[in-house]
């Protein structure tokens, strides 16, 4: 299966930070968010990624490209494991580009990944969102699409005020964490919500999604919302959505980074002693 990443949202909640470098190079810690997303692809069994990007995302090709400068350094002054790391990086999977053209939304944005996907299903990872998990979560959607063999949304409970940042899905629970879909609505007001089942940034998708968005109107801020291509999808065929087992990050939100930045350097040895001491120094 190949794996689609859209990565040309403007990141305009983090700014002054991405005035200059995409949202997706952000640091968690040490590492790019986007790395994180790709490693995801990758240890669900996936080497094949387009990686969609608009103006100013370079940084992202450069950072999965060889960089022979870098480690001929590395190489010089022995710093073999970091000169391993730089090469892992590159070696990750194939990783293919695109440019969308204008920022008309992620249903548009998804639409340039039809040639590449061809007539096989395919994953879609927000570059954004990194989740936390002991089965990666694309492979736990891989794993429903053989029993369904139809599109699977990852999803989770999310409290009532932040509903209003998701797409929303109305389901009947057909077995223990999976949902049958009968409807879906783009960031709804709470009062308005057909339930508490946010969108997460990750789908497994049938190409007949591509019909959809080609037939999906403006929707909110008036772009192409992949959530209403999925509504109309939803009306021809069967659609799952999965309440998927893990935490998420929406690394697009501030607090959600800085939660995200304190739990990975706590799993850290390098950091977790100390930071656990200082931490508890901090509260007090
Ligand atoms: C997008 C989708 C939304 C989904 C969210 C998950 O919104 O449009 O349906 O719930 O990702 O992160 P964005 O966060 O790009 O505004």
Redesign the pocket.
């Known amino acids: 299966m190949k794996a689609v990443i859209p990565a040309a949202?403007r990141g305009t909640r983090f700014l002054p930070a991405t005035k200059a470098q995409p949202k997706e190079m952000l640091p968690l810690i040490d590492k790019p968010v986007i790395q994180f997303v790709v490693e995801e692809a990758v240890a669900s069994g996936i080497d094949d990624i387009l990686i969609i990007t608009g103006r100013g995302k370079r940084a992202i090709e450069d950072h999965f490209d060889k960089s022979f400068e870098l480690e001929e350094i590395l190489e010089r002054d022995g710093k073999t494991d970091t000169l391993k790391e730089m090469r892992d990086i590159s070696d990750l999977a194939d990783i293919h580009y695109i440019r969308q053209r204008e920022p008309k939304g992620?249903g548009n944005a998804i639409y340039y990944a039809k040639k590449h996907v061809g007539d096989e299903p395919f994953v879609v990872l927000?570059g954004?969102?990194i989740i936390s998990s002991d089965v990666p979560c694309t492979k736990q959607l891989m794993d429903y699409y053989e029993k369904y063999k139809a599109p699977i949304i990852a999803v989770n409970k999310v409290e009532k005020e932040m509903i209003e940042?998701?797409?929303v899905v109305d389901g009947e629970l057909v077995e223990d964490l999976v949902y049958k879909v009968k409807d879906l609505v783009?960031?709804p007001k709470p009062e308005d919500a057909p339930s508490n089942l946010?969108?997460?940034?990750r789908y497994l998708l049938t190409p007949d999604i591509f019909d959809a968005i080609d037939k999906t109107e403006p929707g909110k801020g008036g772009e192409i919302?992949?959530?209403d291509a999925l509504r109309i999808l939803s009306q021809k065929r069967d659609m799952y959505a999965y309440d998927f087992e893990g935490v998420r990050y929406?690394l697009?939100n501030k607090a959600d980074y800085i939660k995200a930045t304190i739990e990975y350097a706590l799993r850290r040895e390098e950091f977790s002693s100390w930071m656990k001491d200082y931490l508890k120094t901090l509260m007090k």
């Open positions: 949202g992620l927000l954004d969102d940042s998701y797409g783009e960031k946010g969108i997460t940034g919302q992949l959530t929406d697009g």
